[in-house]
């Protein structure tokens, strides 16, 4: 007997991923950019424009924070800084460190330099990921019966490099804002789940929440992607397929009829997501005995709950964002305030996550991006460092929405069209 035919899809797969050197010589020279920008900053004063600096990711107020923690205040007196403690720790030392002949806060310029490259080698492994899945759907699907059937595009490699030459992204990098380490935390947690690595995913998805809160939304696209697995068309496309061999009564597509069944039932996958939540209470753990050694001679954790995810749902300080909350909230009436601040953190949570949920939960990697998107336009202090992670995430897509019936911009055409 001949042996058995290797995966579905995955000496194809194995083609269309091949590393070119391209892709790194454009990492380098975005690296380059980015070093010209810091090591020159006298022509881009970027760190007090709103788009690019928050009362949140505004790397000033940070260094003004570690100044007050060196002189026994409390990090967080006179209102100026609602950041995590432990940023604070790994950050704040830089800013006071000098280059010589140069600005002090380049070193955490430098920082962020890698954690964008970082954020990029991952994304691009997510893609690479995503790719594969993609490459055995379509075989299965008998959409796609060789490589020369359509063309493929390497998604992985276009998202890390929009990632990298955004000018958003590049804007948040040399603008002395932290929006590139919480990005990185973000993409950490998807790379994680991607990968089933559980405890990188549990720690990036807590790390990402501490440091911004609103990526706590991202634990139910977690949660899918642990439980059922990668991006995939709905079920009943498969089923259909199946339907449609035995109706032809093709040897070779009756033959696939049970392998069809099998992939299309798999079990959701319970033991793992628990083995998820473990981790993410470990993580919890550990980060809040961190926070509470920190801030032990400031108040502790009830100060740091005040100072900053209160802060953030109160919205509290009304400097000018690119957010709508500051514009709201500056013209609406005393007595009405309490109610729009209920309304608006509630609108999130009770009208766009769960029916999302619902009808994306075969495409928890899509779920994911239109999380983002959606917090990142509706959030109290929004920055352009937001608008540079989801518009990444959505060159994931870029096979997807390449045959597309109508115009990119309809993003959600993605998922209705394929089920």
């Not at 990921?129 to 595009?153: A, C, E, P, W």
């Not at 002395?176 to 991607?194: D, K, Q, R």
């Not at 696939?256 to 209470?281: C, G, I, N, S």
């Amino acid at each position: 007997m001949k042996e058995e035919k290797k995966d579905v899809g995955g000496d194809m797969a194995e083609k269309e991923l091949q590393t070119p050197y391209g892709f790194w010589i454009w990492a380098t020279a975005s690296a380059i950019l980015r070093l010209f920008f810091i090591f020159f900053p006298e022509y881009f004063k970027l760190s007090s424009r709103p788009e690019v600096s928050t009362p949140l990711t505004s790397l000033r107020r940070l260094a003004e924070a570690y100044w007050l923690k060196q002189s026994s205040m409390s990090p967080y007196a006179g209102s100026m800084y609602h950041g995590s403690p432990l940023l604070l720790s790994i950050l704040g030392p830089l800013t006071s460190q000098r280059i010589k002949g140069h600005s002090s806060h380049q070193l955490c310029s430098l920082v962020f330099v890698i954690a964008d490259i970082l954020s990029a080698v991952l994304l691009r492994a997510i893609g690479q990921k995503l790719l594969k899945t993609y490459i055995m759907n379509l075989k299965q699907l008998g959409v796609l019966r060789s490589s020369q059937d359509r063309g493929i595009l390497p998604c992985g490699d276009i998202a890390a490099l929009v990632y990298l030459w955004n000018p958003f992204t590049i804007l948040s990098c040399v603008g002395l804002s932290t929006s590139p380490i919480e990005n990185f935390a973000v993409i950490v947690s998807l790379y994680g789940a991607v990968t089933r690595k559980i405890p990188l995913a549990a720690f990036g998805f807590i790390m990402a929440t501490h440091l911004s809160l609103y990526p706590a939304s991202l634990v139910v696209p977690l949660i899918f992607l642990l439980g059922s697995g990668l991006d995939a068309p709905p079920i009943k496309n498969f089923l259909q397929t199946r339907d449609r061999g035995v109706e032809n009564g093709s040897t070779s597509d009756v033959s696939k009829q049970d392998k069809l069944t099998r992939t299309t039932q798999l079990p959701f996958l319970w033991r793992t997501v628990l083995h998820f939540v473990f981790w993410v209470l470990v993580w919890s753990i550990y980060v809040l005995v961190l926070c509470s050694l920190s801030l032990k001679q400031y108040g502790g954790l009830e100060e740091m709950f005040k100072r900053t995810y209160r802060f953030i749902l109160s919205i509290e300080d009304l400097s000018p964002t690119i957010g709508v909350f500051w514009y709201l909230f500056a013209e609406v009436f005393d007595f009405a305030r309490s109610y729009v601040l209920i309304v608006f953190n509630l609108y999130i949570l009770l009208t766009s996550l769960p029916p999302l949920a619902f009808r994306l939960k075969h495409r928890p990697c899509f779920l994911a991006f239109v999380y983002l998107a959606i917090s990142s336009i509706l959030k109290s202090y929004p920055s352009v460092g937001d608008a540079a992670l989801y518009l990444s995430l959505w060159a994931l897509f870029v096979n997807e929405l390449s045959g597309s019936k109508t115009k990119p911009s309809h993003f959600f055409q993605y998922d209705l069209e394929s089920s």
